[in-house]
């Protein structure tokens, strides 16, 4: 079975920092890509982020580029994001998903995915 477990979501103050942790079990990250997905309340889920199976240019959504990092672990099978300088709009459900070696934009493309992980940037 596969399962994506993401962690390291909680509260942090505007201008902070959190790093998120996607724990992959059942598939090797060499063969799939990682991406990041956030949902906020009365929001549609946007696309964050995303890694692909090999090196290569990752994506970022405009908003967060110059502040979110993501990177990979291949022996231990997880991916991280690393949110600096936090801004309350980027309060939302963090969800992590995977799909086969290439990163898209299309939600509904990524065969699974984690149960989120909630991050509040709030004072």
């Known amino acids: 079975q596969v399962q994506l477990v993401e962690s390291g979501g909680g509260l942090v103050q505007p201008g902070g920092s959190l790093r998120l942790s996607c724990a992959v079990s059942g598939l090797a990250l060499d063969y799939y890509a990682i991406g990041w997905f956030r949902q906020a309340p009365g929001k549609e889920r946007e696309g964050v982020s995303c890694i692909s199976s090999r090196d290569g240019n990752p994506f970022y959504t405009g908003s967060v580029k110059g502040r979110f990092t993501i990177y990979r672990h291949n022996v231990e099978n997880t991916v991280y994001l690393q949110m600096n300088s936090l801004k309350p709009e980027d309060t939302a459900v963090y969800y992590c998903?995977?799909?086969?070696?290439?990163?898209?934009?299309?939600?509904?493309?990524?065969?699974?995915w984690g149960q989120g992980t909630q991050v509040t940037v709030s004072s």
């Open positions: 998903a995977a799909r086969a070696l290439r990163c898209t934009g299309i939600d509904r493309s990524y065969d699974y």
